[in-house]
């Protein structure tokens, strides 16, 4: 886990110049289980009914990182630990 | 692992002499040892570092002995709430690199047959001592040798066999304790010493010569993974043809022990015209009968498995090439020999003769066994309760199809037998005529012979 | 890729370095892949990582030793806490803890764990509760709950032939030999939190030498109770923590290695040789 670079964006936040996500998500390893859409309070989980993994499952996607606190409750309650968050930097606006 | 101390012949003033170990290498001390305490002793002397067990007649001396001695040398004792417990804690010490050492009696040993089992499967060295009592179940506390099966022919689940030792003597089971660890460790496998009651609880002059094997590399033994890749020890594999696989390296290594560890002893084989044999205790019995039926003209020898697993099935069936029968005794029904028979493949008759429930055979007993089996010349399966049944002296093959008559029934009631007239031990009941439909099968009635009427037996 | 700006997006969680790099069998949701992931952070925080000797289960968690990179050593059903006794006492630099579940340690078990916490064995047993045998297809067992419908109670466990749910974390921490006995939950964030911190005042109680720790997780098993896995994790929270409360049920910590006595060595006395702080 390359844990110095910043994670590869999907929708394109930018710190900078840098694109990048609070979120990485092992896709492959998501089993659908949804308990972190469950838990994430501010709902911007789900399941990405137009993708199925080599495991057969929907995984999760982030919907809108633009609401995303990097709170880290989905880690906290993946039981696959798919999900590495991260959080911006202090005093660099996102 | 402690040198064998060294000290002056005589005990200083005030020491108990037979809790004194002292002796030099060369001329070691002869002292006068229970067998248990003995047996404990050779295997702290061994290197055992890590001792459990829970308490059970005949061995709680054993249990006792290491409870006091392995304190003293800073090595690992507990007395676990069960045998389970024991034989599972053997089980995690032994997968962590210690040498361990677990003893128990015959109910004890059952409760351990999963974790052998499970030792088998993982490939982890223990040496397991059972000093064998009359059962089945509780039984009693007298010696037998009626766990042979259990012993040999793997006593848990799966298709494992572990190296079986079965000492004569309190020396020599000393000696041997110290062999069990080396078998355990060079081949990766629970072992076990097969004592029984009389060897645990008499006493006998033994020198304190013993032996600590040396310790072999452990690669695959858990000490943290710390700078390498994860161990795992396991015997689980979920997928066929990766246990078969696994099954198919057990074998071969079971092999290799056939190949390499038979032991055995002989006596007056040489110009021998009938053998008797024997293991442990019955083989001091059978060495006895021996002399007598020499001093009489029967020219008997001993023939004395002391690997009861590895079987000596060679060399019993080179003997059989030129002696006239064997006699096979036991402590119990008879149940090494059927590995006699199977060694010897016919070539000739093998008579048994056994005591059961702890009794144990006299010489003038074996002596007319012996006898018997010049005489008659058949293969005889005799047991005490065989024998109490002949009003005279009858040759073993008539009495195997000898028919034992049905108690008279009593009026208004049938006697049926279960299996039939020509059944070998037939159970009966009786049931009243009129509510006879078929056969109903045992139980149904819930009257045993002993039970109805007054009894008919 | 350009220099990276020096202000780039720092870590706030990542997965741990001692779950190996493989998907669990684990059926979606279950709570095992949580207490794992718990276990490796906890270890990973200490720094126990190459001194971990630890002992699986029968169960579903039996597959444990392929999940997290540690030596283990597989025990026969229930046995755990008497394997792990065994390396304890002839390796005393190594950390040992047991990973059960509630067939395991309130069934076949009841002997071992008894035992080992009564003897004060400086263990760390995780016990994973989700009220089922799941690995051989969803059977009562002894911490099902009144009325739960399994394979082998149909119709709801009856407390007149099946008796009544076993609180064994309770019945453990009356012993003397317990430095610490608490129950947590998987149900939701902050209740992970907080048992995470259980798993961690169970491992420096075996560090510190105070005795025996034991933390039971109340888990879920959505395909042997029959629903999502939301609707488990739901069941827990609802109906699951009501017989089975939460919290620390027994914390004799900090008062060191019991002397032949019984009592504590005087504050001061010389350390313990087998502890080490992490």
Sequence with gaps: MTLSLPAPSRTGLALGSIPWSPLAIATERCKGCELCVTACPKACLALDQSAVNRLGYHPVLLTDPTVCTSCAFCARVCPDAVFTVYVAPKGVAR | MTAVPTAAPTPAPGEDPAFSLAGTPESPRRVLMKGNEAIAEAAIQAGCDAYFGYPITPQAELLEWMARRMPEEGRTFIQAESELGAINMALGAAAAGARVLVSSSSPGISLMAEGMSYMAGSEVPIVLINVMRGGPGLGSIQPSQSDYFQAVKGHGHGDYRVPVLAPASIGEAMDLVATAFELAERYRTPAMLLADGILGQAMEPVELRFRTPERLEAPWALTGADGRSPRVIRSMNLEPEALEEHNLHLQEKYHAIAEREVRWDGERLNDADLVIVAYGTAARVARTAIARARASGLRAGLFRPITLWPFPTDELAALAQRVRGMLVVELSAGQMVEDVRLAVEGRVPVAFEGRMGGMVPSPDEVLDALRELDASGVSALRSRRARRRQPGPVSGVEHLHERTPLPDAEPGHEALSIFGDDAWMPLWYTVPVASRRGHDGPGRGKRGPAGHSGGKR | ?278
């Design chain 3, 1 to 278: 890729m350009t220099a990276i700006a020096p202000a780039a997006p720092r870590v706030v969680y990542s997965r741990p370095a001692l779950l190996t790099d493989v998907s669990t069998r684990y059926c979606p949701g279950c709570g095992h892949g949580i207490v794992h992931r718990l276990l490796a952070e906890v270890l990973e925080d200490l720094s126990l990582g190459p001194r971990t000797i630890a002992v699986a289960p029968v169960g579903c968690s039996v597959f444990a030793y392929e999940y997290l990179g540690l030596d283990w050593c597989e025990a026969p059903h229930g046995r755990a806490p008497a394997v792990a006794t065994g390396i304890r006492r002839v390796r005393p630099d190594a950390f040992v803890l047991t990973y059960q579940g509630d067939g395991d340690l309130a069934a076949i078990g009841t002997g071992e764990i008894v035992h080992a916490a009564a003897r004060g064995e400086l263990i760390t047993a995780i016990f994973v509760n989700n009220g089922i045998y799941g690995m051989t297809g969803g059977q009562m067992a002894p911490t099902t709950l009144l009325g739960q419908r399994t394979t082998s109670s149909p119709t709801g466990r009856d407390a007149r032939d099946a008796g009544y749910p076993v609180p064994m974390t309770e019945m453990l921490a009356v012993l003397p030999g317990v430095a610490f006995a608490g129950r947590g939950s998987i149900a939701d964030p902050s209740s992970i939190g907080r048992t995470k911190s259980m798993i961690r005042k169970a491992c420096e109680a075996q560090l510190h030498g105070d005795g025996f720790a034991v933390v039971e997780v109340l888990s879920n098993c959505p395909v042997g109770w029959g629903m999502t896995a939301t609707e488990s994790i739901q069941h827990l929270k609802d109906v699951v923590v009501k017989t089975y409360p939460l919290g620390v049920l027994a914390d004799r910590t900090g008062r060191g290695r019991p002397t032949a006595e019984g009592g504590s060595p005087a504050a001061g006395g010389p350390a313990p040789a087998a502890t080490k702080e992490g």
